[in-house]
Nanobody, 123 residues
Framework: HVQLVESGGGSVQAGGSLTLSCTVY????????LGWFRQAPGKERVGVASITNEGAATYTDSVKGRFTISTDNAKNILFLQMNSLKPEDTAVYYCVADAKAVVPWDWLGGYSSRGQGTQVTVS
């Protein structure tokens, strides 16, 4: 069973930056499909970005050019660098993972493992 632990959330002013981290434990990292979802108050959990084991990244339109998803393969860590943050980015952010490609990438049900979430508040 994969354990995912997020960190790096917090409060920031609009225009600021935050970097989220997700440590992936007990997992076959090589074949992993990893991603970030977020859930704003009263809304559904939606995909933010994903990255394949080959490093191919995909983003939802609202964060393109502002967010960057990346990995540190030596340490099994997934990152989400968030720049030019907006109040509408306020949400709980969740790390997700699966051993196979998830199609479409923003299908939450395709990820077998999910973290507990970290709060990001932009004011």
């Amino acid at each position: 069973h994969v354990q995912l632990v997020e960190s790096g959330g917090g409060s920031v002013q609009a225009g600021g930056s935050l970097t989220l981290s997700c440590t992936v434990y007990s997992y076959v990292w090589t074949n992993a499909c990893l991603g970030w979802f977020r859930q704003a108050p009263g809304k559904e959990r939606v995909g933010v970005a994903s990255i394949t084991n080959e490093g191919a990244a995909t983003y939802t339109d609202s964060v393109k050019g502002r967010f960057t998803i990346s990995t540190d393969n030596a340490k099994n860590i997934l990152f989400l660098q968030m720049n030019s943050l907006k109040p509408e980015d306020t949400a709980v952010y969740y790390c997700v993972a699966d051993a196979k490609a998830v199609v479409p990438w923003d299908w939450l049900g395709g990820y077998s493992s999910r973290g507990q979430g970290t709060q990001v508040t932009v004011s």
